[in-house]
């Protein structure tokens, strides 16, 4: 599986953006998807993730109610709504997958980096002040 993540660039803070990342291949549908961002001179840090059924979302704090993850499995593609934006979530934004299917029972901890199998190339966010 390869991920393409694209949409990012700059915007004044209060401002908004959509990124979005398409995974080759098949089985999409089986993957558990998750964004995470590195600001400069910091670590890679989750951000979101979002389960291969959809049907469960998971954001760190610093981003509820501003942004939102979703998914649309017929076009093989992972969203990610970012309102409100602040300068502090200038960073490179990279989306990530993991089989999850595969792993049933077991559920991944999708905070966690060591749970994803593939990445994407990232994609610059940058909100001015």
């Known amino acids: 599986v390869q991920l393409q993540a694209f949409g990012g660039g700059l915007v004044q803070a209060g401002g908004y953006l959509r990124l979005s990342c398409v995974a080759s291949?098949?089985?999409?549908?089986?993957?558990?998807m998750g964004w995470f961002r590195q600001a400069p001179g910091k670590g890679r840090e989750f951000v979101a993730a979002i389960v291969w059924a959809g049907d469960a979302t998971y954001y760190t704090d610093s981003v509820k109610g501003r942004f939102a993850i979703s998914r649309d499995n017929t076009k093989n593609t992972l969203y990610l709504q970012m309102n409100s934006l602040k300068p502090e979530d200038t960073a490179v934004y990279y989306c990530?997958?993991?089989?999850?299917?595969?792993?049933?029972?077991?559920?991944?901890?999708?905070?966690?980096?060591?749970?994803?199998?593939?990445w994407g190339q990232g994609t610059q966010v940058t909100v001015s002040s």
């Open positions: 291949g098949r089985a999409f549908n089986r993957y558990d």
């Open positions: 990530a997958g993991t089989d999850a299917v595969a792993r049933l029972p077991r559920r991944i901890s999708p905070g966690q980096e060591y749970e994803y199998d593939y």
